[in-house]
């Protein structure tokens, strides 16, 4: 059964910084690119960065380009995605999923960016 977990989303304020990870299962995760989506209240889920199946190639959305960093670890089943300079418009539940995948979402992690 193919499952994603996030984590690490909190509250922080402008100009901070977060680390979310993503643990996915029920699949052979080398083998597949992983994406970060995020969604803000009453908006679509939009991409936000994407990984190559060996990490070494990666995308991000002119919205956090130069400021969001995706990685992963392919020993732990996991994707990262480092957040700096983080800004209120980042406020939203991120979320990741694997390339080639209709199913089910993960539960997702909420970031907030407020003083």
């Known amino acids: 059964q193919v499952q994603f977990v996030e984590s690490g989303g909190d509250l922080v304020q402008p100009g901070g910084s977060l680390r979310l990870s993503c643990a996915a299962s029920g699949f052979t995760f080398r083998n597949y690119a992983m994406y970060w989506y995020r969604q803000a209240p009453g908006k679509e889920r939009d991409l936000v960065a994407t990984?190559?199946?060996?990490?070494?190639?990666?995308n991000y959305a002119d919205s956090v380009k130069g400021r969001f960093t995706i990685s992963r670890d392919n020993a732990k089943n996991t994707v990262y995605l480092q957040m700096n300079s983080l800004k209120p418009g980042d406020t939203a539940m991120y979320y990741c999923?694997?390339?080639?995948?209709?199913?089910?979402w993960g539960q997702g992690t909420q970031v907030t960016v407020s003083s």
């Open positions: 999923k694997r390339a080639n995948w209709g199913g089910s």
């Open positions: 990984i190559s199946s060996t990490g070494t190639s990666t």
